[in-house]
Nanobody, 127 residues
């Protein structure tokens, strides 16, 4: 069955960096668009970043542009989210999600467009 497993979360001081990983299995990774979402209690899940199946295009929420970088390693069936210059408002549970989309020229950051989800990893940015 399809599986996504996030790792790399933790507690970090403001200004620090973390690198999240999303290891996948059970589907043809090369054909899937992957996205990162985050959620804090009481708020809706929001899109952070996404990357096309080919890796040629990516998108970012305005709040993380210039600080976060998404990448994928198709040989390892893994997507990464490098998070630099972390801010307290980056705190939340981070989820990766996947959906079949080899012909999508852009990747959506809308939760309803993704079929497979991981269980999430917690990121806390605090002194």
């Amino acid at each position: 069955q399809s599986q996504l497993v996030e790792s790399g979360g933790g507690l970090m001081q403001p200004g620090g960096s973390l690198k999240l990983s999303c290891a996948t299995s059970g589907f043809t990774f090369d054909y899937y668009v992957i996205a990162w979402f985050r959620q804090i209690p009481g708020k809706e899940r929001e899109g952070v970043s996404c990357i096309s199946a080919s890796g040629d295009s990516a998108d970012y929420a305005d709040s993380v542009k210039g600080r976060f970088t998404i990448s994928r390693d198709n040989a390892k069936n893994t997507v990464y989210l490098q998070m630099n210059s972390l801010k307290p408002e980056d705190t939340g549970a981070y989820f990766c999600a996947a959906n079949w989309g080899p012909y999508w020229s852009i990747c959506p950051m809308v939760p309803g467009r993704y079929h497979y989800w991981g269980q999430g990893t917690q990121v806390t940015v605090s002194l």
